[in-house]
T-cell receptor, first 113, second 111 residues
């Protein structure tokens, strides 16, 4: 059974802290994605990766960075958290040679105080 | 770029049929997805259309017209558990693994 897991369901951090959100998939998928989801704004792509050590900016990369050292793991980093980064963060993965449906993790609700 | 439009909210009655529309304007077309997302949960895949026509899967069907840049998701015999957000997503031309999502339609099913 396909599985995408995220390190935390809920996280509370303070302004200026460095925050790491981890995502792991067990499906040997090449592509992995980080989104944030806010009311009225839908799912917005932050970064994605199509291979180990490869990354590309999405629509809203400012204030974020990512790391993909292993195929199964894709990390999202907030270098210095700010209150406007309070959001639901969703990780997803997909296989290249398929209809490319994305499999999502359960999400991390991050609150920055 | 991609522009995807769907209604923000819809309400329907248990047992009825509801159609959720999605229109898109894209520089190319490489397939369209529908996802379901219950409140507080992750989106889950419902359907995929790449050719014109209707794809049926149980109570849910999805239709695509590429010439009109239009898709709809049809839900029959509505149940209370169908109350959720429904996301339309268009697959990227340059990177087939990537999709652009609409803002979603929140469907409320009433008894």
């Amino acid at each position: 059974d396909v599985k995408v897991t995220q390190s935390s369901r809920y996280l509370v951090k303070r302004t200026g802290e460095k925050v790491f959100l981890e995502c792991v998939q067990d499906m040997d998928h090449e592509n992995m994605f980080w989104y944030r989801q806010d009311p009225g704004l839908g799912l917005r792509l932050i970064y994605f990766s199509y291979d180990v050590k490869m990354k590309e900016k999405g629509d809203i990369p400012e204030g974020y960075s990512v790391s993909r050292e292993k195929k199964e793991r894709f990390s999202l980093i907030l270098e210095s958290a700010s209150t406007n980064q309070t959001s639901m963060y969703l990780c997803a993965s997909t296989q290249v040679n398929s209809n490319n449906e994305q499999f999502f993790g359960p999400g991390t609700r991050l609150t920055v105080l | 770029g991609q522009n995807i439009d769907q209604p923000t909210e819809m309400t329907a009655t248990e047992g009825a049929i509801v159609q959720i529309n999605c229109t898109y304007q894209t520089s190319g077309f490489n397939g369209l997805f529908w996802y379901q997302q219950h409140a507080g949960e992750a989106p889950t895949f419902l359907s995929y259309n790449v050719l014109d026509g209707l794809e049926e899967k149980g109570r849910f069907s999805s239709f695509l017209s590429r010439s009109k840049g239009y898709s709809y998701l049809l839900l029959k015999e509505l149940q209370m558990k169908d109350s959720a957000s429904y996301l339309c997503a268009v697959r990227d031309m340059a990177n087939a693994g990537k999709s652009t999502f609409g803002d979603g339609t929140t469907l409320t099913v009433k008894p």
